[in-house]
């Protein structure tokens, strides 16, 4: 892990630099928008724009995901990083970068912004024609995703109505801060009193969720909803990854009846086991985090069953 400063790379651990020990995560820092409007920068256009990501970082992924729903497979191109962060951060590698050559992803926040400071993340969504960084937060490219390119796909399907939008939201926050968040806040607090905070409260939430999915089939209303896809790409890779490396230990999520057979009906919603890799995923956590597993040893272990039969065509 490192950033840039005063525009070179430093290979630096800096989320934790706090003297409770807690992981801090820093903000995305581009947050511009894709928009048909008048005046708009970025129009949506076919081929104009690109995405970087790493397959196995959850943010990245829910960019792969609605990349895959909303048909913009043909629309928007894609590069994969390689699976360790050595360090100089995420490196192209043998999968290249088939836009500049670049080596490394903190290259391309440089040449978006020379002054640039701080963290190096991924997803990267790239603007070919003016040659920058429109968006680096997955939320926001997520929601672009969603609805800015509907008249160049035809596919109007919403997975952030705007009736539902409230309750999406409430639900998004407590995920967002206990679980997608709070699995790295207990893997990457350096005192104890963080980790027990951050793996208290990841369970109380994955106990609200087996609750909830004990009623209802989705985590908002009848249907998938942004929500939903959300909080999978953190629970895809728990077992692999979170329950060991992270010691989020007290229980994996094929030990909870409602949340496993939810995270299986995901899976085999058609194109999402495409953008799922969880041998690439075991290979970044347990080599890159050298802070956490100096040995760089990955463990075999096992996988689960996503492919199996659940139990999500009763009646709720």
Known sequence: MGLIVNGKWVDQWYDTDNSEGRFVRQDSRFRDQISS???????PEAGRYHLYVSLACPWAHRTLIFRKLKQLEDVITV?????????NGWEFGEFGDPLYHLDY?????????PSYQGRV????????KTQTIVNNESIEIIRMFNSAFNELTGNSNDYFPHEQREEIETVNARIYDTINNGVYKAGFATTQAAYNDSYNALFDSLDWLEDRLSKQRYLVGNKITEADWRLFTT???????YHGHFKCNRKKISEFHHISNYVMELY????IKETVDLEYTRIHY??????INPTRIVPLGTTNNFDAQHDRDRQY
């Open 121 to 128: 993340t991924v997803p990267i969504l790239w603007d070919k």
């Open 268 to 271: 085999q919603v058609a194109g």
């Open 79 to 87: 590069s994969v990083v390689e699976a360790k962060m050595m360090e």
């Open 235 to 241: 629970l895809i890779r728990f077992d692999a990854v």
């Open 37 to 43: 409007q008048k005046g708009s920068k970025f129009q």
């Open 105 to 113: 992803a903190y290259q391309l926040y440089l040449k978006a912004d």
């Open 286 to 291: 347990y080599a890159s985090h050298i802070t």
